[in-house]
């Protein structure tokens, strides 16, 4: 796919940090799961959370977007704090796709993807040929124009995710945030969605996903956030972040971090009980 250049957002001054959380902490039912947590999120570039399960990936996504409200701390949004905006001027500015959306029965993917149009519209402004060539190009960037008719429940689980992604664009946003995009698909349709996020960071996107597999995840980003226990354990570079001691301190695996023969990034191998015919030094 070729990127395309998103229409009718303002540029972002280099350097400066769309989103940001300061001395954040939350938590469910009385229970602490994230404890005065700061993070800047750098701008033009993809960002993922990784972490072993209940170590708050999600909860800190869902926090950024507003979806939980901290009990303390502040997340601010280009500058504002993002508990003062109102939730259509959120929608304008960051797009959210959470873990395993799921569409009303019959839906086509055309209707599901103009539903992104909705912050824009209001009493005074209704649906116009503006926002039709806005889904239309969302539908052409995420490759699922020749769906548009097509019921999404009748689609597979990487045509699915091509089309929540496309909702999410057009909501004329170059800030996405992705919770666990890849889950239920096979390794293929993995690929070929994270191919479709790339494409839309190269293209202007501000990307935050959420990730549980570690080598896609690191082929992927320019900026890891490792978190442990509710905090951020490491940030940074995959090159610069992942070593088998952080492996081992964050997520309790034994493994080798070698050179990835067809990238530029690291790549993992874990180590097992089983089926191991030697362990370096280094990867002891």
Request: hydrophobic share 40%; aromatic share 2%; charged share 20%.
């Amino acid at each position: 796919m070729v990127a395309q250049h998103i229409t009718g957002i303002e540029p972002v001054v280099e350097g400066t940090a769309r989103l940001a959380a300061s001395g954040v902490t939350v938590g469910y039912g009385g229970r602490i799961v994230i404890d005065d947590l700061d993070v800047a999120i750098p701008p033009g570039v993809m960002t993922t959370i990784i972490g072993p399960n209940g170590c708050g990936k999600s909860t800190l996504l869902r926090t950024l977007s507003r979806l939980l409200r901290p009990t303390s701390g502040t997340v601010v949004l280009d500058g504002e704090d993002i508990a003062k905006l109102r939730t259509r001027d959120v929608a304008k500015k960051l797009g959210l796709l959470p873990q395993a959306p799921v569409a009303p029965e019959g839906l086509t993917v055309s209707d599901l993807v103009a539903r992104g149009r909705h912050p824009h519209q209001s009493w005074l402004r209704q649906w116009s040929s503006d926002d039709a060539c806005v889904v239309e190009r969302a539908l052409a960037m995420t490759g699922v124009s020749d769906l548009a008719d097509r019921p999404v429940d009748s689609l597979s689980g990487g045509q699915r995710q091509r089309v929540w992604i496309s909702m999410t664009l057009a909501q004329g946003t170059d800030l996405l945030l992705l919770d666990e995009p890849t889950t239920y698909l096979d390794l293929a349709h993995a690929v070929d969605v994270l191919d479709l996020v790339d494409d839309l960071h190269e293209s202007g996107c501000t990307v935050v996903m959420v990730l549980h597999d570690l080598n896609l995840a690191t082929r992927y980003s320019d900026n890891l956030i490792v978190m442990r226990d509710g905090a951020i354990q490491a940030q940074g570079h995959p090159r610069d972040v992942i070593t088998a001691e952080l492996l081992n301190e964050a997520f309790g695996l034994r493994a080798q971090v070698i050179d990835d023969p067809v990238g530029d990034r690291p790549l993992i191998v874990p180590i097992g009980r089983t089926h191991v015919n030697f362990v370096t030094e280094k990867g002891s």
